[in-house]
């Protein structure tokens, strides 16, 4: 099929202006300029800003494809609230995602005995918004009795999950589920957002099955890069298609800030004696990365407090290979490691969203606020930034993500002036920086050109001027 799409303009990853045309021929670009170059086209007129389709680098597609079938928890105002929510799930499992204890009217913990209370005939689950927390009721503790696997993630007495234990949980009870249908949902919302690619972090052999299916069905039209599970990723390296391919290794350096596990050099301000949880430490980050990178395939570090970033630094430094590598997060960072980033041209997977609902993190942190989400410093530095919203933590619209990145928070003391990104900055943030961060099949996405996939994204308003950003709406078009 050939057609001739019209915008009110055609903006590539930099921001820079192509025209007003991009000439689409089996499923790829074969031109692009002002619309008088093409004749005897069929035209389909947008009302819009064309741009390279988005890219986003790190978020959990199976998970993403769950949390939209199951209870949404954020804005629950208490523990009764978020039990309530539950009760209200269908199916034999009863699911939800997003509660914080920060946003109840009174700061108490959710607990067992709430679910208990109103969900006592199936098992039921509430992630916290974070993800690396998760409360159970009874039924699902007997079901999947974790503290057998994971006894020191697991208070059985208040039916809290940590970690690993609460990913055990999940993924036990997910087989109650079509892993099929759960990413085919997530894609098709994906696309709809004008995201053709994405880096799926923690895959699973499940996962990987759903995409070879989709893929065999011609129902993928989407680009993924697998980022393995590391219980999975000795399995699962080399597996891939076309659209798909297990590219790398997810690990964890640490928690979240939001459960206190993210590990701290210091005490948690608001939790004296506790500096969090390290993970993993140089030695062994650097040791799994050794044998990854042997298969071929690259490590992507989960890091959010500064110890965690810390251990994963020496642990390149150790190494000294930088196409290897991949920062999750690097949500804390201290004035030395902004540097060492840059100084070592590292990706870095930031989630600008989470400077909007980490407004609580002053509390955590004191003083040190001023090293959290620093991701102007790191880019003008040399790190090579790539944005991602971590769906289903946050929400996937690119727009939310567009807005926190660039300052536009609401409240300008979530997002200081000095490090948010500007408009066209942050465009090749997520799309070309984004694809080559992500690799795989995804890393031909990102730009307008002759011969790249047409994955195209409509911008309602200029995505390159704050007020186009605050303004915009964003769908696919191919």
Not at 393 to 404: C, G, K, M, S, Y
């Amino acid at each position: 099929m050939r057609r001739l799409y019209v915008a009110t303009a055609v903006i590539d990853y930099n921001g820079d202006a192509l025209g007003d045309a991009v000439l689409v021929e089996e499923g790829r670009i074969s031109g692009v300029g002002p619309e008088s170059r093409f004749r005897g086209v069929p035209r389909v007129r947008l009302d819009g800003y064309l741009t390279p389709g988005v890219v986003d680098a790190h978020l959990h597609l199976e998970g993403l494809g769950m949390a939209m079938s199951t209870v949404d928890l954020r804005g629950a105002s208490s523990p009764e609230e978020v039990a309530a929510r539950l009760a209200r799930a269908e199916g034999p499992v009863a699911l939800g995602r997003g509660w914080n204890q920060e946003e109840f009217i009174e700061e108490v913990l959710l607990e067992r005995s709430y679910l208990d209370k109103y969900v006592s005939d199936r098992p039921a689950v509430a992630v916290r918004v974070c993800g690396h927390m998760a409360v159970a009721n009874t039924r699902a503790l007997e079901t999947t009795r974790p503290w057998e696997r994971h006894p020191e993630l697991v208070d059985r007495e208040r039916g809290l999950l940590y970690e690993d234990a609460a990913y055990y949980v999940l993924e036990r009870l997910k087989d109650t589920m079509d892993p099929v249908e759960l990413v085919d949902a997530a894609l098709r919302a994906l696309k709809s957002h004008g995201i053709y690619g994405a880096s799926s972090m923690a895959c699973t052999a499940r996962e990987v099955r759903a995409l070879k299916k989709l893929e065999d069905k011609g129902r993928l039209g989407f680009r993924v890069a697998c980022y393995a599970s590391h219980s999975e990723w000795r399995l699962l390296a080399g597996f891939g298609g076309l659209e798909w391919r297990v590219v790398g290794v997810k690990l964890f350096a640490d928690g979240s800030l939001g459960a206190r596990t993210a590990a701290l050099t210091t005490d948690y301000s608001d939790d004296p004696g506790n500096k969090g949880k390290l993970l993993m430490d140089k030695k062994s980050i650097a040791a799994e990365a050794v044998e990854a990178v042997g298969h071929g395939l690259r490590v992507a570090v989960h890091a959010i407090g500064d110890a965690a970033l810390e251990e994963v630094l020496e642990a390149h430094r150790l190494l000294g290979e930088p196409s290897w590598l991949r920062i999750e997060h690097a949500s804390i960072a201290s004035p030395s490691q902004v540097e060492k980033l840059g100084a070592q041209s590292l990706w870095v997977a930031a989630q600008p969203r989470f400077r909007v609902s980490d407004w609580w993190r002053g509390k955590r942190l004191g003083s040190r606020i001023d090293w959290s989400y620093r991701y102007r410093s790191m880019m003008l530095r040399g790190a090579r930034l790539a944005l991602s919203t971590d769906a289903p933590v946050e929400p996937f619209d690119p727009i939310e993500t567009l807005r926190a990145a660039v300052g536009l928070c609401g409240n300008p003391g979530l997002c200081p002036e000095s490090e948010n990104l500007r408009p066209r900055e942050a465009l090749q943030a997520y799309t070309l920086t984004a694809a080559h961060a992500s690799g795989g099949p995804a890393s031909v996405l990102g730009r307008i050109e002759k011969g790249a996939p047409a994955a195209l994204a409509l911008f309602s308003e200029d995505p390159t001027t704050m007020t186009g950003i605050a303004k915009a709406k964003v769908k696919g078009v191919t």
